[in-house]
DNA sequence: CTCCGTGCAAAAGGTTTGCACTGGT
DNA sequence: ACCAGTGCAAACCTTTTGCACGGAG
């Protein structure tokens, strides 16, 4: 994410924390810059390290229950892979994925088409719908490299 | 499922496993069985129980690697949803999901419309698309009914 | 008869919780 | 000054691994 977009998600961050009337700490501050810093789709692990580059006395349960506390506020997103680790993602805009069914990896994939997609009609039966995302299932560039050998 | 059809997904994991040249066993069958009765998308936890039915000694690391296997062959497919555990489903075909960010809740939705979904352009960009899946996120009928009183 | 599959126990992640202390507002 | 946030350690839950035994092909 780009640095002027970073900013901006600071200072809504810092609205969020005042509305909720929740101390905006250091550790919040760092949490969040590093979930927006990676383009990927980081796991708490990986946060952890990156946010000890910054206070490097953080402990990993604090940095746990920031990112709860993020997920909470809407603020950033909890996603759900293949393997055991949770990942974050700083985009809260609507966007799709691709996912290796060789490696894992998961690839964000931004469409208009596909952002445009008509809804089915799932209000009757009571389910309220307020926001989709299509799964692609298949083998990416790498691992068919890798296969083709 | 109903029982011709679990039947026949038996018979067809049969075939399977003489083409694989690996043995049918008790448990394997117990496993697959426990999968397929269910609709929902069971934990390993609930398969374990499920499975202890028919075979109280059965140990969690068998359940386990038979799982693996039924997923390795393609019998049942690996879910990611919400939470540590990972899910199983039986159900092979082509399907969606909508998931309730209240409790976590995911419904299997069907729908021939979804499954026409035009697929964007990415094989150009190396990745082999080989299927899709639509995630709806919102909120339940029983979360929405919970949340109005 | 030969392996592969199974069961047990222990280890290996990833995440949560209890409690005393520290630091924002 | 107050109360929520933090850090530490230990617990917890899910899953994986090493090894000896037993059953399927």
């Known amino acids: 994410m780009r640095p002027h977009e970073i900013a901006e998600r600071l200072r809504e961050f810092e609205r969020v924390c005042r509305r909720r009337g929740v101390p905006l700490t250091v550790q919040r501050r760092a949490v969040l810059e590093s979930v927006l810093e990676r383009d990927d789709h980081p796991t708490a692990d ?36 293949p393997g055991p680790a949770a990942r974050f993602d700083g985009k809260t805009r609507r966007h799709h994925h691709m996912i290796c069914k060789k490696c894992n990896k998961v690839i964000d994939l931004e469409s208009a088409k596909l952002d445009r997609l008509s809804l089915p009609d799932v209000e009757s039966e009571g389910f309220e719908i307020d926001d989709f995302s299509v799964h692609f299932t298949g083998i990416c560039v790498e691992c068919r490299q890798a296969k083709a050998q």
């Open 46 to 81: 990986q946060i952890i390290e990156a946010v000890k580059q910054r206070i490097p006395g953080v402990s990993r349960t604090t940095v746990y229950r920031v990112l709860d506390m993020l997920v909470e506020a809407g603020v950033i997103r909890r996603l759900h892979h």
